[in-house]
């Protein structure tokens, strides 16, 4: 008789989980009837489109400067206030955030989240991302904002794996000139997530370091509330 292993975050971390071949798949039309209403974000796909149209349309000139130039990390980048940058939007609470998005693999519609003994603090458990596990953790902590809807996942590249973070959805893909960028004010935590503010369509903007992300999940220490 076969009996079914529980796997430990130990052994879920010690082996790189291998990359995910990305496989299409058209729901039957019966499907489709039971599918919940669409969220109202742009995919990662169209995003990256968008972001390329404004590119040319808007940015030409100062887009192809940046290109003929070494690339230079998003914190360096904005350093220097020199360059455009190519961000993903996407809200938590009622927070606006943005972050680079050569940094995101995927966005996906949160499934379900798998408990996984001795995990971190933060960490809520994995999910299933065509057949390859990836850990899903809580910003809640880390920026300071709790989660309303809960409906959406960031998948990010950490070294030879992915993780994901929580998010409520995604808005809009924006093509920032540096220069715009204000200075962002300190952290509670002392965290240097937020690298920076910008006003886009009337609301403030924060723009995320991904890697700090991701690490500063990682390593939260969640507070309990009475």
Same mark, same amino acid.
């Given at each position: ?91 938590? *609470? ?9 940094? !995101? ?6 499934? !379900?989240?798998?408990? !996984? ?7 809520? *458990?994995? !999910? ?35 993780? *994901? ?30 690298? *920076? ?30």
């Amino acid at each position: 008789m076969n009996r079914k292993r529980r796997i430990r975050y130990s052994e879920f971390v010690s082996r790189p989980t291998p990359p995910a071949v990305a496989v299409v798949e058209q729901p039957a039309a019966e499907e489709i009837v039971e599918q919940r209403a669409a969220r109202v974000s742009t995919p990662i796909d169209l995003a990256r489109a968008l972001a390329a149209a404004r590119r040319q349309d808007d940015v030409r000139a100062a887009v192809i400067v940046v290109e003929s130039e070494p690339y230079l990390r998003m914190r360096d980048r904005i350093r220097a206030r020199s360059g455009i940058a190519e961000l993903l939007m996407f809200r938590v *609470g009622t927070e606006l955030l943005a972050v680079e998005l050569l940094a !995101v693999d995927e966005v996906i519609d949160l499934p !379900v989240i798998h408990y !996984v003994p001795e995990m971190p603090p933060a960490m809520l *458990g994995v !999910v299933n991302v065509r057949g390859s596990l990836t850990p899903v953790y809580t910003p809640q902590q880390v920026l300071g904002v709790p989660l309303a809807q809960r409906d959406a996942v960031l998948i990010f590249r950490s070294g030879h794996s992915r993780v *994901g973070v929580l998010i409520d959805d995604v808005e809009d893909a924006l093509t920032l000139d540096l220069r715009d960028l204000r200075d962002a004010p300190a952290m509670n935590n002392g965290s240097d997530v937020v690298l *920076g503010v910008v006003r886009h369509a009337g609301a403030l903007v924060a723009i995320v370091d991904a890697d700090a992300l991701i690490a500063a999940c990682q390593t939260a220490v969640l507070v309990e509330t009475a």
